[in-house]
């Protein structure tokens, strides 16, 4: 089986797929639930302080996302252009431009899903980043070329 889709990079996906990597860390998860932590401190003492300092940690992680994300699809010269992927018992062909690859199913190491995207992980922090609008109604036919070529053990899309 075959599937081809393409898209067109956005701060949006990139964002997604950057919050859904980030809120897997330790850090952030501690952040976020210091700054929960401080706002009942707030709520308690009514300190403005405990109120600023969470408003900071909740806030300050996906407002630096988004603006990373922004500067990474306006300055990254493989998002110019359209992106076109092909997913084959092969590998993933990306094609951008001019520019072709191919990279086989062995160096992915998990697949996961989130409300806007599929991400196909290729290292620690690379991914492939697909959108589920761009698959128009391809998305049954994506997981089944992932799963079909992808441990089951690696695959976590659940929806």
Known sequence: MEVEFKFKMTPQILYDFNLQHSYKR????????????????????????????????????PVTLYIRSAQMV??????????????????????????????????????????????VYTGKATAFIWPRKAMEGKTDDVLKVISANMDPSKVKIRF
């Open 26 to 61: 330790a850090d952030a998860i501690i952040a976020t639930g210091l700054g929960v932590f401080l706002i009942f401190g707030y709520l308690k003492t009514m300190h403005l302080m405990y109120l600023i300092f969470a408003i900071v940690l909740i806030l300050f992680l």
């Open 74 to 119: 306006k300055l990254n010269p493989a998002y110019k252009d359209e992106l076109k992927y092909v997913l084959s018992e092969e590998g993933v062909k990306i094609s951008s431009g001019e520019l072709e690859t191919t990279v086989s199913w062995d160096t992915c190491t998990k697949a996961v899903g989130t409300r806007m995207n599929i991400i």
